[in-house]
Structures are given as C-alpha cells and as structure tokens.
C-alpha cells in the first residue's frame, strides 16, 4: 500500500501549501495544519489496518510412519496418502502452510528426528501402543584385543524372555534373562583386532522372536603402563601379573615384604618423573602405608595431571589410610565386610570391603548387574576403588575370563587419556538416513564399504553424512581409520519404532511448556474508519466557523 501513503502525503502537503496563503492568526494555521495528517493517517488506516498477532486455534492431524493420512490431514513422507490429503516433506514446512495450527495430532508411530524440533511451539496429541520385541540396543565402544565389552538391550512385552549374544561364529557367549524394567546386559571378550558382527538375539519360550547385530570394533590393545605396588605377597599378585601379561600390558609389580626387602621390578621411587611414565598406579593400603609424604604428595600431583590410580584394598580400613585416600579425592564410607556372588556361578561366592563411594561413577558389577565400586575425576585423572578382598579366587574356580573382565573394567576406567582420540558416532546409524559425526579434525573423510571416499564439510568438530550403502564405514583423520558399522535401511525396525514413540510421547508431556504459536490475521477497520469520520466532522466545522480569522 505504498501508492496510497503516497497519495495522501502529497494531499497533505497541497493542503499545508493553501494554509499559507490564507489570512488567519497563527494558532487557526496550526490547528488547521495538525488536522491534515491526522485525517490523512486515518483514512489509510481505514484502507489498509494493521494485522493483529494472536494465537492459532486449529488442530493439525499429521500422518507418519504406519498411518494413512486422508480428508484434510498432511502426510509426511514416510506415510501414506489418501484421498484429500497433502503431502509435506516435513512438519516445518506443514506448519508453514497452516500458520493457525495451534495442535497436532499425530498418527502413527511418532515423529522422525527430523520434525521433533519443529513440534516445541505447538501441543502434540498423540497415542500409540507400545512395540513389543527388542526395543533398545547399546552396542559397545572400541574395545581393545583381550578386553571385555558389554552389550546392553531392551525387551518389551514378551513373558519370559531370555536375552543370547552370540560371536561372530554364532556360537552363544552370555545369556541372561532381563530385569523389571526389561532392560539387560551381556558380556563378551574381544579376542583379537579386527571387525566383527556379533548378534543378540531374543527368545521366549516359543521360540526366536527378534535378533539384530551388534557391531564389536577390536583394536590392537595400547600397551597400558601399568605399575602395581603391593604391601604383602598374595594369590592377588600372582593372578594380576598373569592377566597383566595375557592382556599385553606394559606392566611392573613392586611387593614390600618389610625389613627392607622388595620383590618384583626394579623400580625407582615415586617421583613426578617416574609417574609421568605410567598410565595406571595400582597400590593397596599396604603399599599406601610404607610411601614417604613426598611419594604420597607425588602421587596427588600426577593423579590431577592425568595418571590413573585404582586403590585396592586388602582388609577394613584404619583412619589414616581413609584421610589419605579422601585426599586423593575418594571418600569412602563404610567398613563392612560382605560376601558377595560375581558370577552367575551359584556356588561361587567372594568377598568385598562393602563400602559406599560418593558422587563416583558406578563400576565392577556383580551377577546381578548391581555396582560394586565406582571412580571419580580429579583434576585431568582418575582415581577409582578396587574392594574384593579375594578376587583372585576367581580364577583358581574356573572363572578367569570374569576376573580379567573386572580387571579390565577397572584399568580401562581410569588410565590415562591417549592423544589420539576416535570420533564419534550417533547410536545405531542406517543407510540413507542422515548421520551425525562428531569430535572430527579438520579434513576428515567419510571411506563406504565400495571404496567410495567422501570429504566432510566441518563445522564446529561436527558434520552430517548420508551413507548409500549398509556395511562397515570409516572416518579417515590422518593416518588413523576409525571404523563404524551402518545398519541396513529396513534393520533394527521395533527399535526404531520404539524410539520415535518415546520421543512424540515426551513432546505431548512438554505440551503445557510450548510457546504458543503467535499468527497474524488482518485488523479491524471500523475503528480507525469512526476516527475519520470525527476528524473530518471537526476539520469541516471549524474550517467554516469565524474562530481566528
């Protein structure tokens, strides 16, 4: 409407330009000049008014993944579409085209990761039934050769489940049967570098019901510097020396027999030198016992430089050693001694310091998946609690494999940080879905499984990959290929389905907190036209009245 503020600027003006030439007082000129735009200002309000802003009222129905979307609704892409349906390419766009949408309500199996932001500033109705079958996976991280990993997983509404994983060859590793809550975990060892595709798979009592892959990426262990002091010999450093060995770490024991005599590695004392060579110090309050202040101050130094510290314990604990301890940042409570079941092994039983860790972060399970320790950061390093008191039966009983899994557990929790970070994959990455890499270097590349090499476009450490192919993928930074496994497009389905439920049902949770959809609508003109008409009214009164002439 800028043709019409321009017509009536110039009538306004022509208007000033006849005020000037008439014989009047001054106050008449100015009143009379006053009216001009106002009256001018008012006729184009009356043309043209303000649209007012004001919240939608309208319910939107949008169709998904497993609905048909017919009579008015909007399907997006992954649903079907009936007759009198549209179809978007995604809820932004939906919303765009009916900016009164102040609901959703969502058919199907929920909202894809792509439209859930786009759902925060509307309410979101939505009901589905929950999938039944695997519904959740957790694949492990890089593991190094030798070490343990675990697999954790989810079964829904299925009685009497049992949960397998099996190796690469098929053959069962674990089983184990899931919790309350239908959640479980499953343990393996990776033997040697390399790739591999093991299975979880999910039986009732009728038989197979689901199973999917868990990718295992074993690399070639880092030879983990590894000093273990101990104040006494016992059956503890026997079997840790020979797991240390079999593990491949880069190990030396030191074991104080008192009077001065020392058995194991020739090793010089502690000193910020000789710590920094090391990535994990393993001493038991014995050992604590016989270090100097300065060795003792040495340790505290490294420990917040980066060096990891597990402390081992061989029998309750005095007062000394828990406010040294509590000085490297482990407070510990408790001095009970418990028997306690680490395998599933019903005739198996150890015992443990059974002590609780403040603010640490659990670790050590038991049979029942309960933690039995944990360990917590200081400064850049970490420090962590070793409480069985005879776990080296472990393996006199048959149950080597758990021992070096606890073991394991516990020194790759707190050793030291390599330099060579790998990146970071979202979980459970399919084809021809948008995938999401993080912690990358500059230059990184993207190589598919058909050799095809892709460059990375990085923003922040962080860039988006769509992959065309199922298969075993690798970020390539450097000199270093970090592997990763894409699931098939149709893979991994009641997970999937699982997810976009929970994810739509936290959205219709967060209804109340939406922002509410401000749309504009055209404004009332009677009001700005009734102010016209009084203008105009006064104007031609007092244009012809005698007042200041």
Known sequence: ????????????????????????????????????????????LTLAPPPVRGPGAAVLTVATRGARAIGGAVALPEALAGPGAARAPDLATALRRHP????????????????RAAAADVAVRFDAPAP???????????VAAGAAFRVGAEVRGIPGATVEL????????????????????LTGVARVPGLAL??????????????????????????????????????????????????GLAAETR????????????????????LARIDVLILDDRAWATLSAAERGAVAAALRGGLGVVLRVTGPLDTGTRAGWRGLGLAIAGEAVAPDRLTSDRGLATTRLAVALPDSVPMLRDAAGEARSGWRAVGLGRVALWPFLDAAGLVTAGQGAQYGALWSEAVSAVARPQANTPPRIEPLPSAATRVTLSALAPGAAVVAPDGAVTRLLIDGGVAGYWPRLAGWHAVRQGAADWPFYIYPADALSTIRAADRRDATLMLTANAAHATTRAIERPGASWPWFL?????????WWFERSRLGR
């Open 1 to 44: 409407m800028s043709w019409l503020a321009g017509l009536l600027a110039a009538a306004v003006l022509l208007g000033w330009a006849r005020l000037a030439r008439a014989p009047v007082r001054g106050w008449r000129v100015a009143l009379l000049a006053l009216g001009q735009p106002l009256l001018a200002g008012s006729l184009y």
């Open 100 to 115: 009164e949408t102040a609901t959703i309500r969502v058919l199907g199996q929920g909202l894809e990761p792509r439209d």
């Open 132 to 142: 039944t079958g695997l519904t959740a996976l957790a694949p492990p991280g890089p």
């Open 166 to 185: 099996l190796d690469a060859g098929r053959a069962v590793i674990d089983r184990a049967s899931p919790g309350a809550a239908g959640q479980v975990v």
């Open 198 to 247: 093991f299975g979880v798979r999910v039986r009732s009592p009728g038989g197979v019901v689901a199973s999917a892959a868990a990718p295992v990426v074993t690399r070639a262990a880092h030879p983990v510097r590894t000093l273990f002091l101990a104040g006494s010999a016992s059956p503890e450093v026997k079997q840790w020396r020979r797991w240390a060995a079999d593990a």
């Open 255 to 274: 074991v104080t027999l008192g009077a001065g005599l020392v058995l194991g590695d020739p090793t010089p004392p502690l000193s910020a030198a000789s």
């Open 531 to 539: 102010a016209f008409l009084t203008i105009a009214a006064a104007l």
